[in-house]
């Protein structure tokens, strides 16, 4: 029923649903950001006070950044608090402001690059996430964050480059490789994607994002009860429940779209024949 995969951009707008289940797996206290985001997958250095509210850092730091819009601290943190409560346009504009004020600063490179992600704009994520590092300091997360924007070009190849370059940073971590085996599964290499997540799975233990994008690549290849297994594994009955419920959603989503596109493309060989 899941053998064939829809358009790469059909696939993209899927995957980007997927921060949904990531997101409901990871109320724990595992915070997503960016691509995870869709690609799984931008992802940056945890805060230090994991217990951080962003809607009370926006309240903080809104006043900070108003009262000076050039602190690149307080922009930093204001853009930060935008990405988390989903304040995607608003948090560009900040951390686009604050780069050009501060255009050295690269940690609020590293932000602005993420923000344009999490917006749509990854050509230029792209760019301006390159300018946040340079060759003789590479940084594996923004490494692994470039990769994720190619990916959403199309760029598969490039990006896995990119992947390649973080993983010799850091061996087999797992974020790195769940984005990797995203990237198999946007150019509808199932089984690669799953060898490459289940990798990334035993080497993450409980990490929620992993185990997510792992039941999708299974999923997607028709072995249901395999992906159910995975998705619902040690956690509560509820909330087991309802990661299934959006696993099925996705997958009903995508057969539908497959059943779309072979609609689609009934009339123009029809046409075909009529010549």
């Known amino acids: 029923m899941f053998q064939k995969l829809p358009h790469p951009l059909r696939v993209t707008r899927l995957l980007a649903c997927t921060s949904t289940l990531i997101l409901a797996l990871g109320l724990g206290g595992c915070q997503t950001s960016g691509l995870s985001d869709i690609t799984g997958s931008i992802g940056e250095k945890a805060d230090a006070d994991h217990a951080t509210d962003p809607r009370r850092d926006i309240q903080l730091y809104q006043e900070r950044y108003r009262a000076n819009p050039k602190d690149a601290d307080a922009a930093l943190k204001y853009g930060k608090a935008l990405r988390a409560t989903g304040q995607r346009s608003q948090a560009v504009a900040v951390l686009e402001q604050a780069s050009i004020a501060h255009p050295g600063n690269r940690l609020l490179l590293a932000a602005y690059g993420r923000a344009l992600a999490d917006n749509g704009n990854f050509q230029q994520a792209f760019e301006v996430l390159g300018r946040a590092h340079s060759p003789d300091d590479p940084d594996w997360r923004l490494l692994s964050a470039q990769g994720a924007t190619l990916?959403?070009?199309?760029?598969?190849?490039?990006?896995?480059?990119?992947?390649?370059?973080?993983?010799?940073?850091?061996?087999?971590?797992?974020?790195?490789?769940?984005?990797?085996?995203?990237?198999?599964?946007?150019?509808?290499?199932?089984?690669?994607?799953?060898?490459?997540?289940?990798?990334?799975?035993?080497?993450?233990?409980?990490?929620?994002?992993v185990r997510a994008n792992l039941a999708l690549a299974v999923g997607l290849q028709g072995h249901f009860a395999e992906a159910e297994k995975i998705v619902k594994a040690d956690l509560p009955p509820a909330e087991a429940a309802a990661n299934v419920a959006q696993l099925k959603r996705m997958l009903a989503r995508k057969d539908k779209e497959n059943a779309r596109a072979e609609a689609d493309k009934m009339p123009i060989a029809a046409a075909r024949r009529a010549d």
């Open 151 to 209: 990916d959403q070009l199309g760029r598969y190849e490039e990006a896995r480059q990119y992947y390649a370059s973080a993983l010799k940073i850091v061996p087999d971590h797992p974020s790195v490789l769940s984005n990797l085996g995203l990237s198999y599964v946007l150019s509808k290499d199932l089984p690669r994607a799953e060898e490459t997540l289940r990798r990334a799975h035993s080497l993450a233990g409980t990490d929620p994002r």
